[in-house]
């Protein structure tokens, strides 16, 4: 008998006596039958999920649990709310993502038992469990995917300097392309970056000791500090610099590069949160104008200690510090159960037009693809200009609520661009050097700088599998990125 692995995760208590994966993929045949002709016209084959049937033992003889506590633990293991990868020792080069479909029946004999277990493989593929990836060389990359079906593919490609455009095409059959080459419109960089900050280093900001306002939703008092990650990646709230009752925190501000100041702009912050340690946390970035006076807050709450019902707000001042809720967006039930999760938060001015985008993301395998999930985006009118301020600085703030315990929350990074008037038809140059560029051509998922940048798909372009063999893939425009290709080779 041998075992198997679901999940990444395997059981010593277990061993598969055999499972049924089929030869091939079951399919189901759409047949037109045309008056006067033999038989019919076939118009579509669609391939049927695949089914796996597995005869498993689970065996107690030797074990410290009962039986029915090994049962109870194997019924968790196996239940997910998605496909996970399943790897049998028969086929420790294969890869099946596989969800459990059915109760398990179960035979018992004193301490051990006979269980089936059947799976659903949504995508009847099986995969190589090896990721193979490959550089291209003078935007050129060629692909060997040595399996018996056409393979997707993961595109990851880093700008090295500014560009309105990415495409990637196989020979002259398919193409996929983000942004827009079209020489005959102007070409300029409307968008420039203001404030890019990975919080790797405190310099430039500047710890706050008192603020002039006050933020009902996201706020407290000032006066702790910060820490950095030990991998210089985040900032952090020092816990033991704050004292006092209520919401007291830290708080760090800096002005915009060459201390510019900008009418219309965009400013995105990233930050982790830990909810596998529950506690009470706020957060929020402030933007303030030209006059030191906070104009935005763009924040998260967690205000409940024992739970974990997070929320994103977004708030705007006037002139006199009055502040207004326009955003106020709960986390997805989904989101519970996670023990840790990055945050988007995007804010964008356009003459009298707020735009707020929010999305999140973890990291899960083949190859750590990033998924960005419970998106969402509103707009506000200020139909009374009353928050039409320009913005010259912000500051970044994290708080702890009392003696309670604290969520752990890291900021990861902000960036802010101005945004500039736009001709019409003119072209931007939406992908900034330094960007990085990732398309995943199964799930259809692109994103620039971690940001779900699919509205910029070009129409026509489309997303495309290389085929068995050997394909060879042509990056443009030339000499602009450096890009890597990542597959699975993949079986009927």
């Known amino acids: 008998m041998s075992n198997f692995s679901f999940n990444g995760i395997r059981k010593n208590y277990c061993n598969y006596m055999d499972y049924d994966a089929g030869w091939g993929q079951s399919r189901e045949l759409e047949i037109n039958e045309v008056r006067g002709r033999p038989g019919g016209v076939l118009s579509n084959i669609k391939e049927e999920p695949r089914e796996i049937e597995v005869s498993v033992l689970v065996d107690a003889t030797y074990n410290t649990q009962t039986l029915y506590e090994l049962a109870d633990d194997f019924i968790s293991w196996l239940t997910t709310d998605e496909p996970k990868e399943l790897i049998f020792d028969r086929e420790p080069d294969k890869v099946y993502y596989a969800i459990l479909s059915s109760r398990i029946d179960t035979e018992e004999f004193v301490t051990f038992g006979k269980a089936t277990v059947k799976f659903t493989c949504v995508d009847p593929y099986k995969y190589s469990a090896k990721t193979f990836e490959n550089t291209a060389i003078s935007d050129q990359v060629s692909i060997a995917n040595t399996g018996t079906a056409d393979a997707p593919i993961i595109v990851e490609a880093t700008a090295l300097k500014n560009t309105n455009f990415f495409q990637i095409t196989k020979g002259d059959e398919d193409y996929f392309m983000i942004g827009e080459d079209d020489v005959d419109k102007p070409l300029n960089d409307y968008s420039p970056l203001i404030l890019g900050d ?84 706020h957060f929020a970035q402030y933007l303030y104008d030209t006059d030191g006076r906070v104009i935005a807050s763009i924040g998260y709450s967690n205000a409940n200690p024992n739970q974990v019902t997070g929320r994103i707000i977004i708030t705007l001042f006037n002139q006199n510090g009055d502040q207004i809720k326009i955003y106020d967006y709960k986390n997805n039930p989904s989101l519970y159960k996670m023990d840790e999760f990055v945050v988007y938060i995007k804010l964008e001015r356009r003459s009298n037009q707020f735009k707020i985008k929010t999305w999140k993301y973890r990291e899960i395998p083949y190859p750590l693809r990033k998924i960005a999930f419970d998106q969402h985006e509103k707009i506000y009118m200020d139909s009374g200009k009353f928050y039409a301020r320009p913005i010259a600085s912000l500051s970044l703030y994290s708080a702890k609520n009392g003696n309670n315990p604290v969520m752990p929350l890291y900021i990861f990074g902000t960036y802010t661009r101005e945004l500039l008037p736009k001709p019409v038809g003119a072209r931007d140059m939406i992908i900034k050097a330094g960007d990085e560029v990732m398309i995943d051509m199964k799930t259809k998922n692109v994103l620039v700088n971690e940001e779900p940048f699919l509205s910029e798909k070009t129409f026509g372009s489309d997303f495309f599998n290389v085929d068995k063999g050997v394909s060879e893939l042509f990056i443009y425009p030339t000499g602009v990125f450096d890009t890597r290709i990542l597959w699975r080779d993949r079986y009927l």
Do not use: P
């Open 198 to 281: 990975e919080l790797r280093t405190f310099k430039g900001w500047n710890k706050q000791d008192a603020k002039n306002f006050t933020d009902n939703h996201t706020g407290g008092g000032v006066g702790g500090t910060f820490n950095q990650s030990t991998s210089k990646e985040s900032f952090y709230l020092n816990e033991e610099s704050v004292t006092g009752t209520g919401w007291q925190g830290a708080m760090y501000k800096r002005s915009f590069v060459n201390n510019v100041s900008a009418q219309d702009f965009s400013t995105t912050v990233k930050f982790g949160i830990n909810q596998k340690r529950k506690g009470a946390v």
